[in-house]
């Protein structure tokens, strides 16, 4: 925590701290789709909300000349979507859901291109700068991140924590002690799509633009690949998860595009095959091991 | 004279749709199939679609075969893959958690979708067809030869398809571990054979999705998730593991989004469906024909 | 006399749900065999074990001279061992004909007519009902339907899991002849019940299991003259 927190006063280097502040985005983004998925619940269209954030800020900043109240109306706005899929997606089993929420950006995707008087359509709108620099942004993600990361952990200690994981592990049992599932579903898909929402909102600001491909599906599944890859429902799985991914994106860059994709695509692969729980309870564990040799 | 062009319009977008229908719903029943003996959800099935148009645009270009022929050999080689893909991969997932199963294909989605666009590059291809400019007047109907014909060989897909699962001892078995696998494994199948075995023919089936694709219009390594994710989105409309639910899904997905096209425009091509899905299953969770889950 | 299964020092853990604690038996040639005793005694993990569908933690089974324990499930039902299980588990959505032709998967030069003839003989309703639906079929219709499936792959054992669970007086009375009538043409079987009165009448030899072990063995007679199984078992 520390060392993140120093380190942007000496770097100078406007591309380190530009992946820097992306790592950050990609921890907290990862952290917040970590949140909807502790308690059972896998979203495919998380980008959805990224969108929504991202396009609501715009607007109003554009409109209204407001920075950061956009940020927060993103926020909301994406909570209250959240809510409302939810509530359509409580009842249904897990790749039901995972569709509807694919379907829900999608949707989303073709609407923005589609209101292109509002929107700009597939041109995409500029974005009013927020603050004045790199270092600031970075600040900026790095607060969002802890947040993300404070409140997961918050919830893996607290009695709601505990229902999301007795509603992820079986709902049917969950119920039995007097839990109920829905409600619980329903505060973590707006809690998650809030975090999320506000997310979207400070990327456009820092990347300056913002355009339908917010909606697409790789949006929607690099949170999904880098938490799991890391460790979904732990802690630093999305902080070891996203590390890793903006390493291979940005060192692979030179090589060939497509290739670190397909290299991001086998580690994919190989780590569900191999270490189906995630790098870090997988090293954990081993840890624990080496530390008990008796333990089998 | 204007409803008669209008007539022939209607019927026009209507066999357009058709055949639209006859893509879903090979990729339906194949998903289907997969999902029913394995409880398998594949997203990247997609991407074997688009390798199974690949197949046969090669097979076409290098060996100068009929396209359709090019059909029946992408289908077998694409089927072997399958058979591969599932003993490497999918094999060691399996009855572990769902979300690493679907972790599993969209990891191979990467895999395969940039592998191709590495090999083949992105720009478009097509199959050009002997019986492109051909065409059947049937009246005021102008129809392409090659829309009959695509129609007619997936009909004819599709009955062999129905006479394995029904009236096969292999498909006597690939039903009994659909729906009772401990069950099936006592009346000694060997389950791990028979999820291969149905892993390369859903394969199989993508694989003449992904030919027809190519056929009737042009692919690129990306043309492949939509299909797929909508062809997910037939099957939990016409309910998980109803082979009827797959065909009739299909189909009517197939004309609903000829019409929109036409009617709507492009954009809204893809979205329409998702949007039918959802309102579906705000009023009925286990989709039209679903099977009750106990 | 031939032994046919025997299991020796069986034990099983908690991954079988039920602890089963050095169980040791036999059953011979072309007998019928109970295992009997309370629930939760372990009556279902021993079949499990023996079918392949828990692993044991230690000892072993052998069948006709071949070690199976640890083998898969499908291995041990080729190598001539069939189970109708406690819940049936017939096919649902297929029809009568399709489940007992199921049965002949594992042997494939079963002779359908002749050998299907003597199964409608056994079963009548099987054959009027052989176009319906598995699921559409009454509870000891069903458990006929599991029984008749399991003689198609003509097996050289039959293992019957609570055969008389859920069914009327008068069914679980026909279920038992059949039993009766299929060992007297020859089959080997073991039966789990908890019907214990049924079960010793029919029965050459049976075991008591509780709580995870053996705690009896002898003749159907014997046992049934037993005072501790009359008192516990037989309300006596």
Sequence with gaps: MVIFSIMPVFIENRYILHVLVLIMFYVAYSSSWNILAYSGQVSFGHAAFLGLGGYLTTLIALSMNLLWVGILVGGFVAALAGLLIGIVCVRLREWFLALVTFGFSIILEAITIELDWITAGTMGLAVPKLLPSIQGYYYLMLVLAFICIAVMYVLQNSKMGLAFASIRENEEEAKVTGVNPMKFKLIAFTLSTFLTGILGAVYVHFIGFVNPQIFHLDFSFWPMIITVIGGMGTLEGPIVGAILFEFIWEFLRVINPLVRLIVIGAIVVLVVILMPKGIVPTVKSRIKQKGNPDRR | MVLETGLSIAIQVLVWGLILGCIYVLLASGLNLIFGVMKLVNFAHGEFIVLGGYVSYWVVTLLNLNPYVAMLISMMVMGVFGVVIERTCFRRVLGTSKLNEILLSVGLIYILQNSMALLFTDYPRGIHSPYEKSIISLGILNLSLDWIIAIGVTVGILIGFYLLLNKTALGRAMRATSQNRKAAMLMGINVENIDMLTFGIGIALAAAAGTLLIIITSITPYAGSLPALKAFAIIILGGLGSPAGAVIGGLVYGIVEGAAVYLVGGTWRDAVGFIILILVLIVRPTGLFGEREK | ?236
């Design chain 3, 1 to 236: 006399m031939k032994i046919v299964l025997h299991v020796e020092k069986l034990t099983s853990n908690y991954e079988c749900v039920q602890v089963l604690w050095d169980v040791s038996f036999d059953v011979n040639e072309k007998e019928i065999v109970a295992i009997i005793g309370p629930n939760g005694a372990g009556k279902s993990t021993v079949v499990k074990t023996i079918t392949g569908l828990c692993p044991p933690s230690g000892g072993e089974i052998t069948f006709n001279g071949d070690r199976i324990d640890r083998m898969s499930p499908y291995k041990i039902a080729r190598k001539g061992i069939s189970l109708i299980p406690e819940t049936r588990d017939i096919f649902p959505r297929m029809t009568v004909m399709d489940n007992l032709l199921l049965g002949t998967y594992v042997n494939k030069d079963v002779d359908l007519n002749s050998f299907g003839e003597w199964i409608f003989q056994l079963f009548p309703v099987l054959k009027t009902k052989s176009k319906k639906m598995a699921r559409t079929l009454s509870g000891g219709e069903q458990q006929m339907l599991a029984i008749g499936r399991s003689l198609m792959s003509r097996p050289k054992m039959l293992i019957l899991d609570e055969p008389s669970l859920g069914l009327s007086p008068i069914m679980v009375e026909k279920i038992l002849d059949t039993i009766t009538e299929i060992n007297e043409k020859g089959m080997t079987i073991l039966l789990v019940e908890q019907n214990v009165q049924e079960a010793l009448e029919i029965a050459h030899r049976a075991y008591v299991l509780e709580e995870g072990r053996i705690t009896r063995a002898g003749s159907g007679k014997e046992l049934m003259k037993d005072e501790r199984i009359k008192e516990v078992y037989l309300g006596m």
